[in-house]
């Protein structure tokens, strides 16, 4: 049974809309995470029985749920949209876990909202296995993000430029607040309702930052740091979102909304997958520029409830902004000398951007460049096999040289180096090419690839999974070069 409270129910009726979900045909399992439901305090079973899956496809409201659709704004791809909001989501409610943390509990494709505008409300399989997939792959490779809990077919078509099995997502998150929420009220004036939503998201997220001097600008300084680290982390995994619209900004500083999202194969800094963005505004290499850019939307939001005048409002909104830069710099170090096996130095940026050089050039493959690196030992055979593998001749034995000796400066032991490497590079990560796989066979009743892939995600890191099917890179025919947006 769900136990839930409902805090951003308890908020103004202006911040949401009062619905349920619209039941289904023939609700059927695609699956539960079993451990998620336990971490949530449920019961897996139940969540696979017919009353359980009832309810994750929104034909059935649990005891104690709120569901509401929230109204929020936004930016999408620059240009503003004063009124988006859940236009296929309903949050049910929230529920407390077992380390005392509240989640937001969350279906999505659960039908039309007020907000849905031309759409029909509804999720296809596919989208619904990606974030499925995508959002359990970031969560083990420790990147903060949104989590699936449960995916379930609805028995109903749904029309895109083809007909597809209609499914319902539930997702869990530890808020659903945007910086496009903050927007919404901004762009209506409604200086209370910023000031209610500063207070609910402290709460709700920030506790630690409530006894500040200036709570609205805590809050600010708090999700430009985060935020960075968040980018920073995207990066050493090689992964790109698609759709940075200030709407898919979390204030919960989570990765959140999987759509044209994907991780690089060969790596290119300017890498765009998303079929929708045509200038390449959320290229890998751009993400934190645009992050930096929605932060700033944010901060205007701030400006007429800090507590001081307007000028100096715009001041000290504009410094903490300011320190992104900072903080994003302080956190791609650490990620990327780890992923080296340096030390976090500055110092150890020529070396870093000297092999992201390398890669670029040769088209190298991202994840499985670095995990190579990872094993090196110091000897010839291991050198040339690395240099062979990059086909970077000259170029890539200079780098290696530097490399070693920086390593053999820092004086870690070789297995001690080794393990921490590892631990930073992955031996698997969601291809594209797999994701389509499982979609693909999905969509035709075989979810087998599928629960296949749940299950080796689980543990990127592990040695194990070197020598696995889900390690290899695509085939040339095999490869994934446009991602589509879920809608």
């Not at 040695?463 to 446009?482: G, H």
Request: charged fraction near 20%.
């Amino acid at each position: 049974m769900f136990y839930f409270e409902n805090s951003y129910a308890s908020l103004p009726e202006r911040f949401y809309v009062k619905l349920h979900p619209t039941p289904v045909a023939k609700p059927g399992l695609v699956r539960v995470n079993r451990e998620l439901a336990e971490d949530l305090a449920l019961d897996p079973d139940y969540l696979e029985s017919q009353e359980g899956v009832s309810i994750l496809a929104g034909n059935s409201v649990p005891e104690g749920a709120d569901p509401l659709a929230m109204a929020y704004a936004g930016h999408q791809f620059g240009g503003w949209v004063p009124q988006l909001g859940d236009g296929r989501a309903i949050l049910l409610g929230e529920i407390v876990d077992r380390r005392g943390v509240r989640r937001d509990v969350q279906l999505k494709g659960s039908g039309r909202t007020p907000f849905s505008r031309q759409g029909d409300g509804r999720a296809w399989l596919g989208p619904v296995i990606r974030e499925y997939l995508v959002s359990e792959a970031m969560h083990a490779l420790g990147v903060p993000s949104t989590r699936s809990l449960a995916a379930v077919t609805t028995g109903e078509p749904v029309f895109r430029e083809r007909t597809y099995p209609g499914a319902v997502l539930t997702r869990v998150a530890k808020g659903h607040v945007r910086v496009g929420t903050f927007q919404y009220f901004y762009a209506r004036n409604d200086t209370e309702a910023l000031r209610l939503l500063v207070d609910h998201t402290i709460s709700r997220l920030y506790p630690e930052i409530a006894g500040a001097a200036d709570p609205v600008i805590a809050l600010l300084d708090t999700v430009v740091e985060r935020q960075a680290h968040l980018i920073a982390s995207w990066l050493g995994f090689g992964f790109i979102h698609g759709v940075m619209n200030t709407d898919n900004v979390s204030l919960a500083c989570e990765s959140i909304d999987f759509g044209p999202c994907a991780f690089m194969d060969k790596f290119h800094p300017d890498k765009v997958f998303s079929s929708i963005d045509h200038g390449g505004r959320y290229s890998y290499s751009n993400q934190p520029a645009i992050c930096l850019w929605n932060l700033a939307q944010f901060a205007t939001t701030l400006v007429p409830i800090i507590g001081v005048d307007k000028e100096k409002a715009v001041t000290v909104a504009t410094d903490s902004i300011n320190r992104f830069q900072d903080h994003f710099s302080d956190a791609w170090t650490t990620v990327f000398c780890r992923k080296l096996g340096l030390l976090p130095d500055e110092s150890n940026h020529v070396l870093v951007s000297g092999f992201l050089e390398l890669l670029a050039e040769t088209q190298a493959d991202f994840t499985v460049a670095f995990r190579r690196l990872s094993c090196l030992s110091n000897n010839d055979n291991d050198n040339k096999g690395f240099v062979m593998f990059l086909n970077a001749g000259c170029k890539g034995e200079d780098w290696l040289s530097g490399w070693w000796q920086q390593v053999n400066r820092d004086g870690l032991p070789e297995a001690e180096r080794q393990r921490n490497m590892k631990s930073a590079n992955p031996a698997i990560i969601p291809r594209n090419h797999l994701v389509e796989q499982a979609i693909d066979a999905a969509v035709a009743g075989d979810l087998l690839p599928f629960n296949r892939l749940c299950h080796a995600w689980k543990s990127p890191f592990a040695d194990d999974q070197m020598e696995s099917q889900f390690a290899l890179p695509p085939k040339p025919e095999e490869v994934v070069s446009r991602t589509f947006c879920g809608t």
